[in-house]
């Protein structure tokens, strides 16, 4: 079997091959923006389905023609004379979408065959990449989805591989700093946010004995999403201070403020929520309801 990768300048149609890639980058943002995966299925006729006096072209407009009327309006299906398969692109979709997909294609396929061969025998060979990877690119995919299914040729008709090489989301960075002069308090929470297992994120923990020390870092000085835990009574600059200075940046809503506080009296936390803390927690602190705030945020950056 041919072993042809979709290349720009190895396809005979130059505007297909632009269209695939522009509608490929535009599913990787959304990816990258809502952590929801699409994939790209390759399917080919299995060696045993070919049909005697039809051209390799004529093979494949006609699996084209077939699979364009099978799809979603979310689905996009491609298609160039010198590859030996066509590619389908499926939105809002993963490895377990795209299989589903797949046995329900092959079941219509047997009325396809009737029309065509003569029998109800429909035999392909595909495979399915769920892509969660926002840094991938067109062509590796495709690549790497061609070497398999050319590896699919001895295999059974309608025999599926679900390639897991994109299937992984990015790693995102999650700044953590905790601000406070007890070292019992400290050791607390860095080992409660060490155990934390936030799939998909990867936390860098910073300890500053009061807010002065850190806002003389550059630690805060950051795109990156930053939760900073700091005690409302500190030595130099307290918590409150600290939190006024953040919320007066210009990119202040990177900044997930929780107040720790001595304080459990209504004024006291209506002043630090009117104020700009988006947590409030009095001493002793419930670390379960901190663990549970922090998760809560963690699932809401991935929407």
Avoid at 105 to 127: I, Q, R
Avoid at 202 to 230: C, K, M, P
Wanted: with cysteine.
């Amino acid at each position: 079997m041919n072993n042809f990768h979709w290349k720009e300048n190895e396809c005979t149609d130059k505007r297909e091959y632009e269209k695939l890639s522009m509608l490929f980058q535009l599913q990787l943002s959304y990816v990258e923006r809502t952590k929801i995966t699409f994939s790209i299925v390759l399917l080919r006729w299995h060696p045993s389905c070919l049909f005697p006096g039809m051209s390799s072209t004529e093979h494949y407009r006609l699996l084209y023609d077939f699979v364009s009327k099978q799809i979603r309006n979310s689905d996009k299906v491609f298609y160039d004379e010198r590859c030996q398969y066509v590619i389908i692109m499926l939105g809002f979709s993963g490895n377990n979408e795209a299989r589903h997909f797949l046995h329900r294609l092959f079941n219509a396929a047997n009325h396809l065959l009737k029309d065509v061969k003569g029998d109800a025998s429909a035999a392909f060979l595909a495979t399915t990449s769920e892509i969660a990877n926002a840094h991938c690119t067109l062509e590796s995919v495709l690549e790497t989805s061609t070497a398999y299914l050319d590896k699919l040729e001895t295999q059974p008709p309608n025999a599926v591989l679900a390639i897991e090489e994109f299937a992984k989301f990015d790693t995102e960075l999650l700044k953590v700093s905790i601000i406070e002069e007890n070292g019992i308090t400290v050791s607390i929470l860095e080992n409660l946010l060490h155990n934390m297992n936030l799939l998909n994120f990867e936390l860098q923990i910073r300890t500053f004995a009061d807010g002065y020390e850190f806002l003389q870092s550059n630690w805060y000085q950051s795109g990156h999403t930053h939760i900073v835990l700091v005690n409302d009574i500190l030595p130099r600059k307290n918590g409150i201070e600290v939190m006024n200075y953040l919320r007066s940046l210009p990119n202040d809503e990177k900044y997930i403020i929780m107040l720790l506080s001595k304080r459990a009296s209504e004024d006291a936390i209506v002043y630090a929520f009117d104020n700009g803390a988006d947590a409030y927690f009095s001493k002793p602190f419930n670390l379960r309801l901190i663990e549970t705030q922090i998760k809560n945020i963690v699932r809401r950056l991935r929407q």
